[in-house]
């Protein structure tokens, strides 16, 4: 008899509840860790192609503000538009739209782009070197805005995008800038 006494507690009394509270409780636990997975994936994925639709974005307004430039110097015998007017004299007429003026990393700006101030009132056909001579480019200063480097803004991930008076686009640091030529 104190066999099967002893044994009683040993298996009765557990068996009945544990093994279920137990799997729910791992099948909780692989949920639980399922999730943070994928949600924590999902996150960085998001985050990743967000940046990369920005910088995509961009490079696109930039694109499209060189090309904008370049139409106006060609409807002007060459001549480049006034430094500290360029967003009303280039690419609300040509470019019908503000939209090209947004920088997807600077939303809250009306512009984040500047041109390059020593350029205004030049004449494009008369500059050397146009591939290496920055035109506009990712800056603070709000709209209209012109200068050189000290306005530029490297805000997609330690890059920001220089459009030059050829029409390319290439993003840059703020180390490379030295290399450029602000003033031709
Ligand atoms: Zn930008």
């Avoid at 009765?12 to 949600?39: D, F, K, M, S």
């Avoid at 009306?110 to 056909?125: E, I, K, Q, V």
């Avoid at 035109?135 to 200068?147: F, I, M, P, Q, R």
């Avoid at 330690?158 to 290399?179: E, M, S």
Wanted: hydrophobic share 35%.
């Amino acid at each position: 008899m104190r066999g099967p006494l002893r044994a009683q507690p040993r298996y009765a009394e557990p068996l009945p509840v544990t093994p279920g509270v137990r799997r729910l409780g791992w099948y909780a636990l692989g949920l639980a860790i399922a999730g943070l997975v994928t949600c924590g994936g999902g996150a960085l994925l998001g985050f990743g192609a967000r940046e990369k639709w920005r910088k995509l974005q961009c490079r696109g307004n930039l694109d499209q503000i060189a090309l904008l430039t370049i139409m106006y110097s060609g409807d002007h015998d060459g001549w480049l538009p006034p430094a500290g007017t360029w967003c009303d004299s280039v690419v609300i007429p040509y470019g019908d739209s503000t939209r090209w003026l947004r920088c997807p990393s600077a939303r809250r700006a009306p512009c984040g782009y500047a041109s390059n101030a020593s350029l205004g009132g030049r004449n494009r056909g008369k500059i050397d070197r146009l591939e290496s001579v920055p035109l506009e480019y990712d800056a603070t200063g709000g709209w209209n805005a012109a200068g050189g480097p000290e306005l530029f803004a490297p805000r997609h991930g330690g890059y920001g995008y220089i459009a030059f008076a050829d029409g390319h686009v290439k993003q840059q640091r703020v180390k490379d800038l030295d290399t450029l030529i602000w003033n031709p």
